[in-house]
Nanobody
Framework: QVQLVESGGGSVQAGGSLRLSCAAS????????MAWFRQAPGKEREGVAL???????SYADSVKGRFTISKDNAKNTLYLQMNSLKPEDTAMYYC??????????????????WGQGTQVTVSS
């Protein structure tokens, strides 16, 4: 059974930093496309950052230069380092992973596995 468990969310002031973690079990993150999404109240879910099987990364324009996605293959864990946080970054953050080792790695790809989410709140 695949489980993705996020942690690391919390409340910070604008300009602060948080690091989100997504621990995978029953799933090998090393050779999968994985991503972070977020959803704010009243808004649609949006892609934040993704990392492909080769380690290539992609970011939403709104977080470029501030967020960094990475994987620790030994720990089977996905991370999202968030710096210079802004109030508009406030949202529930979800990690997601593709079931297939093949195929495209984009925001529009099918992500079969999702974590339960971790709340990030940034105050001004």
């Amino acid at each position: 059974q695949v489980q993705l468990v996020e942690s690391g969310g919390g409340s910070v002031q604008a300009g602060g930093s948080l690091r989100l973690s997504c621990a995978a079990s029953g799933y090998t993150s090393r050779d999968r496309c994985m991503a972070w999404f977020r959803q704010a109240p009243g808004k649609e879910r949006e892609g934040v950052a993704l990392i492909n099987t080769g380690g290539g990364t992609s970011y939403a324009d709104s977080v470029k230069g501030r967020f960094t996605i990475s994987k620790d293959n030994a720990k089977n864990t996905l991370y999202l380092q968030m710096n210079s946080l802004k109030p508009e970054d406030t949202a529930m953050y979800y990690c997601a992973g593709r079931a297939s080792r093949f195929g495209s790695c984009t925001w529009a790809s099918t992500y079969s596995y999702w974590g339960q989410g971790t709340q990030v709140t940034v105050s001004s």
